[in-house]
């Protein structure tokens, strides 16, 4: 593990989000909340939060994290067809939460396509990447329209 001990403790936040594209009778039968398994969106954001409170025991050398925050918004665009999945993790610690916020957006992504797999095998999981951080020595961070 890197040595964060003599770094400044300072608010951090870490915004990421992933899509999960699927056929257009999937996305409805997601919105619907009438899958067989159940609501899949719902599932998605406890899973999502649940799996960012367990990064460090997931991703080797990650910090373990006092989480503040975790968040996480699951939106339709009709345009994939899908959902967009975006998480914000907050702490206020030595190291940034990038690492939270991107595992709580693969494992919500992970979660939707579970849960409406039978409907749709031929899902795709795209797009996962950091958004925007704060905090830290860096400063803030934001990825760049059109990237």
Request: glycine share 10%; hydrophobic share 45%; proline share 3%.
């Amino acid at each position: 593990m890197v040595d964060v001990g003599d770094k400044l403790e300072t608010d951090r936040v870490a915004i990421a989000e992933g899509k999960v594209v699927m056929q257009a009778t999937t996305l409805a039968l997601v919105l619907s909340a009438d899958a067989k398994k159940g609501d899949a969106r719902g599932a998605a954001r406890i899973a999502g939060i649940m799996a960012a409170k367990r990064t460090s025991d997931l991703i080797p050398l990650c910090h373990p994290l006092p989480l503040t925050s975790v968040g996480v918004d699951i939106v339709a665009d009709e345009s994939l067809p899908g959902l967009v999945v975006r998480a914000t993790a907050k702490t206020h610690g030595q190291t940034g939460v990038e690492m939270e916020a991107l595992t709580a957006v693969a494992v919500a992504c992970l979660t939707i396509y579970d849960m409406v797999k039978a409907a749709d095998r031929g899902m795709r999981i795209e797009g996962v990447r950091l958004i925007e951080k704060r905090g830290g020595e860096s400063g803030v961070w934001r990825v760049e329209d059109g990237a």
